[in-house]
T-cell receptor, first 110, second 114 residues
Framework: GQQLNQSPQSMFIQEGEDVSMNCTSS?????WLWYKQDPGEGPVLLIA?????ELTSNGRLTAQFGITRKDSFLNISASIPSDVGIYFC??????????FGTGTRLTVIP | EAGVTQFPSHSVIEKGQTVTLRCDPI?????LYWYRRVMGKEIKFLLH????????ESGMPNNRFLAERTGGTYSTLKVQPAELEDSGVYFC????????????FGPGTRLTVL
């Protein structure tokens, strides 16, 4: 199956700093998604990307669908304490199921 | 409107025992998915139901895992007999209408096999 490499695995940042994380795939996806998981909760969709080259924002979050369709990044600007959690990228090829990255654990130090 | 719910939230069992996990999707969602996250690894797809039919079960690890969705409402995932490597968090997700719509995830069931 498809392999997604997500980096970094974890980040410790100061409140107010910007964050960047990315995912690369061994194969092409038609959709890239970014999820956030809070402790004790399931993943919640943050941003969905449907076209190569697409750049989409959701508040302080910005994500891009790579031109090659094999990568995506997520940026968080001006981080705040509630940004703490695990961020997952996910890709969808031709089937309906999602392939997830291993997650980036974000810690924001006030 | 209630979200996806899963029961139990935690389960600790011994190797060789049987465990049944339950997922109640959002009412009216025909598509139901099971995923699993083993510690520190990616969330992996297990299977996909459309109503009561298994659309794709390519991610099921082996025949110790049995998923059902009788009546097309809630779903159960039974592991029998459980092995140590089955430990992880099992997520359920559901979508309305097209299976390409947003998947809403439940909080997961953390399974520990000792």
């Amino acid at each position: 199956g498809q392999q997604l490499n997500q980096s970094p695995q974890s980040m410790f940042i100061q409140e107010g700093e910007d964050v960047s994380m990315n995912c690369t795939s061994s194969s092409i996806f038609n959709t890239w998604l970014w999820y956030k998981q809070d402790p004790g909760e399931g993943p919640v969709l943050l941003i969905a990307l449907y076209k190569a080259g697409e750049l989409t924002s959701n508040g302080r979050l910005t994500a891009q669908f790579g031109i090659t369709r094999k990568d995506s990044f997520l940026n968080i600007s001006a981080s705040i304490p509630s940004d703490v959690g695990i961020y997952f990228c996910a890709g969808r090829a031709w089937a309906n199921n999602l392939f997830f990255g291993t997650g980036t654990r974000l810690t924001v130090i006030p | 409107e209630a979200g996806v719910t899963q029961f139990p939230s935690h389960s600790v069992i011994e190797k060789g025992q049987t465990v049944t996990l339950r997922c109640d999707p959002i009412s009216g969602h025909d598509n139901l998915y099971w995923y699993r996250r083993v510690m520190g690894k990616e969330i992996k797809f297990l299977l996909h139901f459309v109503k009561e039919s298994k659309q794709d079960e390519s991610g099921m690890p082996n025949n110790r895992f049995l998923a059902e969705r009788t009546g097309g409402t809630y779903s159960t995932l039974k592991v029998q007999p459980a092995e140590l490597e089955d430990s992880g968090v099992y997520f359920c997700a559901s979508t309305w209408g097209s299976s390409y719509n947003e998947q809403f995830f439940g909080p997961g069931t953390r399974l520990t096999v000792l």
